[in-house]
């Protein structure tokens, strides 16, 4: 660096210093700088004026000042022609970044980004073009746009391949199969994931890459009620983002093992997953509340209490029924605890009245009915119901005679020896 960078870097470090006791005064400097207009300037202005677009977007982003920074990223386009495209292009992906930052105002950075994504098509940046419609199509999955994500998607994965760029398209081809995933079309979600996983082989992909595929790929696997495999997945996403300091997502890694245990019917497993040293470091702070939810369904779970199951869904709406993927397997966990409720106060009896079991339980009759044929018929349950008397009647588990199912076994074998001789003889005639 030569003496002019030196003395730049010295006033913005001095003004950024500044920042800490008088935010509005270091504002104001950098912005002067900022707003210099100079044509021809020599390399150690252009890497001052940079330097002070970094430090300015910062202060902005730091105060959640996003018309600011909105305003700084438009502002900023003449100067965009001064410095090199590969420069510019990630100066404008770094400022872009932090206004996608701020929180709770996605109509405002939809909007912008597609004035930007105009204005790199004008331009003929090509490039900037292809992050800024990655950057788009993940904003309208966050949205719950998932047709115009996918409008998104489809066109640049096609563009993504013809280039071989296939860092960005891993990153596409994940939206896509998130986007159909949360519109229920499984099998393309699949196949969307099949095709980022088979390209991520193909290359280096980064640890949080890597991790947001395991992520989806348990998910996908949840879906098919594999939650053994599931968990291994979860599991894998929960170390990657973990080794990349990505809180937020290793949280959530964290809670769908978790969902996985419960739906495993071993909840009794979830205390010890939780204290063990990886996940201890996330029982405080401002996610510890996400996985206080799962550990209060399981333990409702494993005191097959629809009760607390309920409570719990009350206490942890937000953490519970807003997540996505925890809301799907919701109903199914309900029937389930419904059930283990239902074995719970039944088991100790021979015969008991259907209204009884209602009451105890506390839902309507025909709620009860309904869901004690339905474990009898799927043989969760040993019984009958005697609706003349309104009783359910309780069989004891009686051990298999074996010398039945040999029978069965052998007429099942016979009758495949007949068919395969009759299809034989067909052939000869």
């Known amino acids: 660096?030569?003496?002019?960078?030196?003395?730049?870097?010295?006033?913005?470090?001095?003004?950024?210093?500044?920042?800490?006791?008088?935010?509005?005064?270091?504002?104001?400097?950098?912005?002067?700088?900022?707003?210099?207009n100079k044509e021809d300037m020599t390399g150690s202005e252009l890497k001052r004026k940079e330097l002070a677009i970094n430090k300015l977007a910062t202060l902005y982003n730091k105060g959640a000042q996003i018309n600011e920074l909105r305003a700084l990223i438009m502002s900023i386009r003449p100067f965009m022609n001064q410095i090199s495209k590969a420069k510019g292009g990630k100066?404008?992906?770094?400022?872009?970044?932090?206004f996608l930052g701020v929180k709770d105002q996605l109509s405002l950075q939809v909007s912008t980004v597609i004035e930007c994504i105009e204005w790199t098509k004008e331009t003929k940046r090509r490039f900037l073009r292809q992050a800024l419609e990655i950057m788009l199509a993940g904003l309208q999955l966050s949205n719950l746009k998932y047709q115009e994500c996918l409008a998104i998607a489809q066109p640049l994965i096609k563009e993504l391949k013809r280039l071989d760029d296939k860092l960005q398209?891993?990153?596409?081809?994940?939206?896509?199969?998130?986007?159909?995933?949360?519109?229920?079309?499984?099998?393309?979600?699949?196949?969307?994931l099949v095709s980022a996983r088979t390209t991520a082989n193909g290359i280096y992909c980064p640890p949080r890459m890597q991790a947001s595929l395991d992520i989806q790929s348990g998910i996908m696997h949840a879906q098919e009620q594999d939650f053994k495999t599931a968990y291994s997945y979860f599991y894998e996403a929960f170390e990657g983002f973990d080794s990349t300091s990505s809180e937020k997502n290793a949280v959530a890694g964290l809670k769908y093992m978790l969902l996985c245990k419960i739906m495993l019917e071993k909840a009794e497993d979830v205390p010890s997953i939780l204290s063990s040293k990886l996940a201890l470091k996330y029982s405080s702070g401002d996610?510890?509340?996400?996985?206080?939810?799962?550990?209060?369904?399981?333990?409702?779970?494993?005191?097959?209490?629809?009760?607390?199951?309920?409570k719990a869904l009350q206490d942890y709406k937000e953490e519970l029924a807003e997540d996505v993927i925890i809301q799907s397997h919701v109903s199914e966990m309900y029937d389930t605890m419904l059930q283990n409720n239902l074995c719970r106060i039944v088991e100790a009896y021979s015969s008991i009245e259907i209204t009884q079991v209602a009451k105890l339980i506390n839902l309507p009759q025909d709620v009860v009915e309904s869901q004690l044929s339905k474990m009898i018929l799927d043989k969760k349950l040993n019984g009958i119901l005697d609706q003349g008397v309104g009783c359910l009647e309780i069989f004891e588990d009686m051990e298999a005679d074996s010398v039945y199912t040999g029978t069965i076994e052998a007429i099942e074998h016979t009758s495949n020896v007949v068919d395969a001789l009759y299809k034989k003889a067909q052939k000869l005639m």
């Not at 891993?170 to 949360?182: F, K, N, T």
């Not at 996610?287 to 309920?310: C, G, H, I, T, W």
């Open 1 to 36: 660096m030569d003496t002019g960078d030196d003395v730049s870097t010295n006033e913005i470090a001095a003004i950024m210093a500044s920042a800490e006791a008088d935010a509005a005064g270091a504002i104001s400097q950098l912005k002067g700088i900022v707003d210099e």
């Open 91 to 98: 100066l404008f992906r770094h400022l872009l970044d932090m």
């Open 169 to 192: 398209l891993v990153e596409v081809q994940l939206m896509e199969s998130q986007a159909y995933y949360a519109l229920s079309n499984y099998p393309k979600s699949r196949a969307a």
């Open 287 to 310: 996610l510890a509340k996400e996985l206080e939810a799962m550990k209060a369904v399981a333990k409702s779970n494993q005191d097959r209490s629809l009760e607390a199951f309920e």
